[in-house]
């Protein structure tokens, strides 16, 4: 499957969000997971952290920012909680039973 959108500096900026979903990174952990070369990683990677889209640790390492949770709000994740509460809640009280909802993340 190719991941490219024809953009190469908005695809290589995706590669640098996708490799802090699993947690910090740093330099040299961005650039073995991105497999960028060093300078675009760090170009990109402070790039994103001017944009609150990364940010740093007390370690220095870098993690997914806060523009991100701000973003996702936004597209409606909260959205679907709040409408899912009170059906959940019904569907609890006449069935006796714990009602749960799950969202399916990736492919």
């Known amino acids: 499957m190719d991941n490219s959108s024809g953009v190469g500096v908005l695809d290589k900026a995706a590669l640098v969000l996708a490799a802090l979903e699993s ?42 920012g806060p523009r991100l949770a701000e973003l996702s709000a ?9 409408a899912a509460g009170p059906v959940l809640a019904r569907l609890r009280d006449i069935t006796g039973e714990s009602a749960q909802l799950w969202r399916r993340q990736g492919e």
């Open 74 to 82: 936004a597209a409606g994740e909260d959205r679907l909680l709040a």
């Open 23 to 64: 947690g910090p990174a740093t330099l040299a952990g961005l650039v073995a997971g991105t497999g960028l070369a060093r300078p675009t990683a760090h170009r990109l990677a402070v790039a994103l952290e001017h944009h609150r889209l990364v940010a740093r640790d007390m370690q220095g390492r870098f993690v997914l």
